[in-house]
């Protein structure tokens, strides 16, 4: 079978069902079309014995996939269609879900940028293989969005507070960060991409990844941990932010003992050039986004389900156009390129509660929207 669309190319090759994202000049972002066609493909290669395992990747040097193609989503928006918004995210949070429960291997092949989308068509695969370049995020809160694709999901399992830090800042993961904040599960040096794509193909078995694996290199989100913990544990956005601005750890003695190169968790925050960027990540994100997304993340903790998660998720993500900052992220990040959004919902508990009350009886049930 082939992808219906040029954006796409899916075909079987050997063993494998292979997918490839062919959209480099706009790094791969994933269009609504691109997500449809995946998951017909894999519903075709689900009970097809002659396709062992499923490989995604992308073309071109700069990103596996850099995100969700906001630009139809922009337009709809702008004309008051807001149920194409949701038609969307609905289809592509089932896709994820799809991804995660996959009967076969499905082994992701992230280079490059691999956000917010990216992270969807990925990062929920049973075997997530990064290379040198990756650069992983979740920056939803940036555009008013807040992380979604199963992002608040993974980001609650992320260790400590890590998935506070990373989902309301966006900051960028390399591969050994992704790996120790559990977004990746393997480091294979891109020069050894080609010989394990070929066993991957010949085999249809998913063991090439750990044959070709290497340790990764250090990560310095790790690193982070200690000086992270209080802050990002605190109750609001609010109170996180003014931590950052130079209240000290609760608990210095967390930390062991810091290398050269490590932050001390003794020393103000104000003075730490990791605390200072994350308080302009904040400044410059939604603040409907970052309350929300701050909620989702730790109500993801005690949810059962991924379902579940992207249920959550997709309570914002339906009302985000009509009643939060989306379309003005998107026009200062995309449209215009301004980078200088006007926000106008400040994020209260009141919107927050408003914004992720159940759609009654809209509710995203992943179940009742299978098409198989």
Known sequence: MRGATSDIDIRVEGRAGRITLTRPGAMNALTHAMATEIERALIAWRDDDDVGLVLIDGAGPRAFCAGGDIQDLYATGRAGDFAYGRRFWADEYRLNAMIAGYPK?????????????????SAHGSHRVVCEDAAIAMPECGIGLVPDVGGSWLLARAPGRLGEYLGLTGARMGPADAIHAGFADAFVPRDRWGRMVERLVARG??????????????????????????????????????????????????????????PRADAPLADAPWAAAARAALDRASPLSLACALAIIRAARTLPRLEDALAREYRFTARCMEHGDFLEGVRAAVIDKDRRPVWRVEGTAEQVAAMLAPLLPHDLRLDDLRHD
């Open 205 to 262: 078995t998913a063991e090439a990844v750990g044959a070709f694996e290497t340790p990764p290199p250090p990560s310095a989100v790790a690193a982070l941990e200690p000086a992270l913990s209080a802050p990002f544990a605190l109750p609001d956005v609010d109170a996180i932010r003014a931590a950052l601005s130079g209240a000290r750890l609760a608990d210095p003695s967390s930390a062991g003992a810091p290398s050269a190169d490590m």
């Open 105 to 121: 291997p499905y082994v992701a092949l992230m280079h490059g940028f691999v956000m917010g989308g990216g992270v969807g068509i």
